[in-house]
């Protein structure tokens, strides 16, 4: 098997097939392809050796090596990290995973993907807890980014995302924390229209949980937005749309 790209396409062929033959044929391929592959780091996960006895010296060696994926390559390599009976309980292997991956990226690349197949392993697994815990392992991460602003930004905007979609309740405690994750996006992207329209749409939200005192007041993102985006014909427009369907 000299050539990694072609066995991976065989084997994606071989997978779909049910028959006994067939996927003894595609453990018999893929154990050699691993073996004459040593590095690659998608053949050694989908080989296995990397689920028994080593994991974290070996997985560290491949994936420190990963380069250049596609946003939908590093989802695709956090899955096949995550499977494995014993590893798919573990949320130290996912994160463990998850610095190689977003360091790989192709610079320009989405982190959503990877970091919405993280966060759903989290919930599904250990529910809104383990989701939690899952951000803050996540903004962890992203202050080891300082070096890539744009990956940093790409993340902590990812992470805020998934808390939006997944709200903690409407205590004041969470609109304060919500609040302060807002505050810190926008300090590293301050020039960012969508994420000012939609920490205004939030405290329009939030202005009605218990002890919203910790929320500004939409006027005041407003007038702080005015300051700090340079693009002001596109904000204007969006908010003036905003704001009226919040007056209405």
């Known amino acids: 098997v000299s050539n990694a790209s072609a066995a991976l396409s065989v084997l994606e062929v071989l997978s779909e097939r049910s028959s006994k033959r067939m996927q ?3 453990h018999s391929l893929l154990q050699r392809a691993a073996s004459e592959h040593p590095g690659h780091l998608r053949l050694g996960l989908l080989a296995g050796d990397l689920l028994k006895g080593g994991l974290a010296k070996k997985s560290s060696a491949l994936l420190h090596q990963a380069s250049h994926l596609s946003a939908d390559e590093t989802a695709h390599l956090l899955l096949l990290s995550m499977s494995g009976s014993d590893i798919a309980s573990s949320t130290g292997t996912e994160a463990f995973a998850l ?14 993907p990877l970091l919405a197949t993280f966060f759903t392993a989290s919930l599904a697994r250990d529910g809104y807890e383990g989701f939690r815990q899952s951000c803050c ?13 744009n990956l940093r930004f790409n993340v902590l905007a990812a992470v805020l995302d998934a ?8 205590t004041s405690t969470e609109a304060k924390r919500l609040c302060s994750h807002f505050e810190e996006l926008l300090t590293a992207a301050p020039d960012s229209v969508e994420w000012w329209l939609r920490y205004t749409a ?25 300051r700090a985006v340079s693009d002001q014909a596109t904000y204007q ?10 007056d209405a």
């Open 202 to 226: 939030f405290a329009h939200r939030a202005a009605s949980w218990e002890g919203a005192s910790a929320v500004p007041h939409q006027s005041d993102l407003h007038s702080r937005a005015m």
């Open 99 to 112: 610095n190689p991956l977003l360091r790989a990226l192709v610079p320009g690349e989405s982190a959503l």
């Open 163 to 170: 808390e939006l979609r997944v709200p903690g309740g409407t």
């Open 137 to 149: 392992e996540v903004r962890a991460l992203a202050n080891n980014l300082w070096e890539l602003p």
């Open 237 to 246: 427009e969006k908010a003036q749309y905003l704001l009226q369907g919040i």
């Open 24 to 26: 003894e044929a595609y």
